[in-house]
């Protein structure tokens, strides 16, 4: 059975002297709103850590199990990220031409996607190529995630005592009298709270048959477990280790679950509820945080009517 509730959700995570998310468009440096020079982390990027914790939490061998497949794809062949490929797969599993294009092909084919796919029927998909396939809203959305408060991008010099090509090697040998090495540089925050917002639609759930289940796997994939009563595990972050990213930790994760499908107060109302201010050592020591202790997080509550459940799963 699809979702049945609206839901709304509050994520915060951290960054210590690492790179969260880099903008290639900036050298890789980490991304910045340039008013306000708050951090930045696309909602993609944080998309792409979940559909990688759904392949090693779902793995079966080469591939995953059925129903958790993962369309975007960053490893493996061509059947594995040419997209293309994947919808002639779907026109092949409903036993369909997709040179006819007939309408009523393409939408028992966007429901084969959905019912393989785990990203399609929970984030959505455009998939109106070649080989037509339509299009899904996802029944989840993100917003970026951004920082409390501005952040310094700091840039490192970094070396190696190698090269790449001989001729390098000849031309330094040459000038220096040795192999002296490359230089490099490496872009990092040295802390960062960030927030991102979510929002779960029951209405697109009925579309693309996206459950409690997987809604749960959200939940897991974000901070390491489903409900209250369960043990916490390791979460998306802990997939996702890399020199370059630092150290990433989940910090907080609130569900908003409403009554009904249409939900039963705003979500900005709810978002609000939320405060994330420095806390008083931190502003005595010269207002910059370092640490997730450096902040003093709090929800108030009085404000959230009674037909909105809140769960503070982390």
């Known amino acids: 059975m699809s979702i049945q509730n609206r839901y709304d959700f509050l994520y915060l995570f951290d960054v210590q002297d690492g790179n969260p998310n880099g903008d290639p468009d900036a050298g890789n440096l980490p991304r910045v709103d340039?008013?306000?020079?708050?951090?930045l982390v696309t909602?993609?990027?944080?998309?792409?850590?979940?559909?990688?914790?759904?392949?090693?939490?779902k793995s079966n061998g080469d591939s995953n199990e059925a129903g958790y497949a993962i369309y975007f794809q960053t490893k493996g062949g061509p059947e594995q990220r040419v997209l293309n490929a994947?919808?002639?797969?779907?026109?092949?599993?409903?036993?369909?031409?997709?040179?006819?294009?007939?309408?009523?092909?393409?939408?028992?084919?966007?429901?084969?996607?959905?019912?393989?796919?785990?990203?399609?029927?929970?984030?959505?998909?455009?998939?109106?190529?070649?080989?037509?396939?339509?299009?899904?809203?996802?029944a989840v959305q993100l917003t970026f995630a951004r920082s409390f408060h501005p952040i310094f991008q700091q840039e490192v010099a970094i070396s190696r005592r190698a090269v790449a090509t001989q001729k390098e090697a000849d031309d330094q040998i040459k000038k220096h009298g040795d192999i002296t090495g490359?230089?490099?540089?490496?872009?990092?925050?040295?802390?960062?709270?960030?927030?991102?917002?979510?929002?779960?639609?029951?209405?697109?759930?009925?579309?693309?048959?996206?459950?409690d289940a997987d809604l749960e796997l959200l939940w897991k994939a974000l901070c390491g477990r489903s409900k209250l009563a369960d043990p916490s595990e390791e979460n998306m972050f802990g997939q996702d280790h890399s020199a370059s990213r630092?150290?990433?930790?989940?910090?907080k994760l609130i569900v908003f679950k409403h009554q009904s499908?249409?939900?039963?107060?705003?979500?900005?109302?709810?978002?609000?509820?939320?405060?994330?201010?420095?806390?008083?050592?931190?502003?005595?020591?010269?207002?910059?945080?370092?640490?997730?202790?450096?902040?003093?997080?709090k929800l108030d509550k009085s404000g959230i009517p009674s037909t909105v459940e809140v769960i503070e799963l982390l």
């Not at 909602?43 to 939490?57: E, T």
Request: charged share 25%.
């Open 43 to 57: 909602d993609g990027c944080l998309k792409r850590k979940i559909r990688d914790y759904i392949i090693a939490a």
């Open 182 to 211: 490359t230089l490099g540089r490496k872009s990092t925050v040295p802390y960062g709270l960030y927030g991102a917002k979510g929002f779960v639609s029951a209405n697109e759930a009925a579309q693309t048959e996206c459950s």
């Open 34 to 39: 340039p008013q306000t020079f708050q951090g």
């Open 246 to 251: 630092g150290m990433m930790a989940a910090r």
């Open 261 to 297: 499908k249409l939900g039963n107060a705003p979500a900005h109302r709810l978002f609000e509820a939320l405060k994330a201010d420095l806390s008083d050592d931190c502003k005595a020591n010269g207002g910059i945080p370092r640490k997730f202790s450096d902040y003093d997080v």
């Open 86 to 138: 994947i919808h002639q797969r779907a026109y092949d599993a409903i036993k369909k031409n997709p040179k006819e294009k007939k309408y009523a092909d393409q939408v028992e084919a966007r429901r084969w996607m959905c019912a393989n796919f785990y990203d399609v029927r929970t984030f959505g998909a455009v998939m109106g190529l070649e080989i037509n396939c339509g299009q899904v809203r996802g």
